[in-house]
Nanobody
Framework: VQLQASGGGLVQVGGSLRLSCAAS????????MGWFRQDPGKEREFVAA????????VYADSVKGRFTFSRDKAKNTMYLQMNSLKPEDTAVYHC????????????????WGQGTQVTVSS
């Protein structure tokens, strides 16, 4: 069971990136999915989550209105569209799968992918 995150990179303030997280080894269609991020020296924090159906999404206040979470069940892949990026969005972004709902708590996620680095330069 693997989650593979990609799409990170270096972008200027105000720019956009789209992160992808591809699942392999099993079907995650019945799992809720989430994105978390971690900056060196800081705790990992919640970014966004989506329910198994895709019908419910939740966002951290810091990204609400700028980030959009979606999933393509047929491709077993989820996406995080990040717009209007700010320097404080710089972090390693991790995708995760777990509880069927859209969950904020890391403890509800059983599967984690490796991170992808996002760097926003000012």
């Amino acid at each position: 069971v693997q989650l593979q995150a990609s799409g990170g990179g270096l972008v200027q303030v105000g720019g956009s990136l789209r992160l992808s997280c591809a699942a392999s080894g099993r079907t995650f269609s019945s799992y809720g999915m989430g994105w978390f991020r971690q900056d060196p020296g800081k705790e990992r924090e919640f970014v966004a989550a989506i329910s198994w159906s895709g019908g419910s999404t939740v966002y951290a206040d810091s990204v609400k209105g700028r980030f959009t979470f979606s999933r393509d069940k047929a491709k077993n892949t989820m996406y995080l569209q990040m717009n209007s990026l700010k320097p404080e969005d710089t972090a390693v972004y991790h995708c995760a799968a777990g509880f069927a709902g859209a969950a904020r708590s890391m403890s509800l996620y059983n599967y984690w992918g490796q991170g992808t680095q996002v760097t926003v330069s000012s």
